[in-house]
């Protein structure tokens, strides 16, 4: 058997193990990211076989958070793909404003970045008082970066051209406050925003959301595990409920493809339809 061949099954063994023992499910995951994820791990650990990782993740409880986040892919920036916040401010946010509340899922929020940068457009556009963001993840080392939003200055020096191009009405910087380079979210941002670890292959859902931004999550998924998270977001939503996904993930192919319609389909924005809820 090839090299390649055994290491596949290796990959697959860690997956059950961590599937088995900690109820995290990553067996239908891509499988080319998952693989090399995975050797990363076991290379980081100073292992050289991928199979080495599985007596220490079932007797080392410790190991679990370490697995997750290396595992998940936190990468994620300020008004990341401005054209979509631009789309987000101009096409579906005139509509959320008729609303008495708002209330945004963010799913897959990794480092808080880009429910920052919803809250902050929200507050542009005169809807922030009302709208209560849920933001969510499965790795506990982001999700905890996101609550304190404590970021190097860089980071907000790097946004604000997308802060611009996103239809930005001041300063990126006006909504931190800077000291000994960081920067840190201001309180009335930080406080419409819940962050909570939430898995979306295997957790409920959030009722009653008029919008869900999920964007750059998909993408890892294989599609039956698309389908079901998809299928999550339909429910999560009001009729007539907006959701956002990542430009290389759609719709398509997945059973809930006729329940929306495309609201701008080249930036990945769809309308709930039907007579649900
Ligand atoms: C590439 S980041 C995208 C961050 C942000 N949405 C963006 O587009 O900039 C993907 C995020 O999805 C999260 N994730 C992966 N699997 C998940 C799951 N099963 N449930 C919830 N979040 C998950 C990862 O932890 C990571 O923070």
Redesign the pocket.
Known sequence: MKEADLQDIEVGLFLEALALRHGYDFRH?AKASMKRRVEALAHAQGMSDIAELIPRLLHDEGFLPEVLSRL??????MF?DAGVFLALRREVLPILASYPSIAIW??????G??PYSLAIMLKEEGLLHKTQIYA????DV?LAKAEEGIYPDGVIAAGSANYLASGGKASLSDYFHSAYKFSKISDEIRQRIVFAH????ADGVFCEMHMV?????LI?FERSLQNRVVGLFHEALVRGGFLCL?HRESLQFTEFENHFRAVDHARRIYKKQGSGK
């Open positions: 995951y998940s892919v936190p990468v994620t920036e990341r963010q799913a897959g929020c990794a480092t970045e880009e969510t993840d499965i790795n982001a939430h898995n979306l292959v931004v999920c964007r750059n999550v890892y990542g």
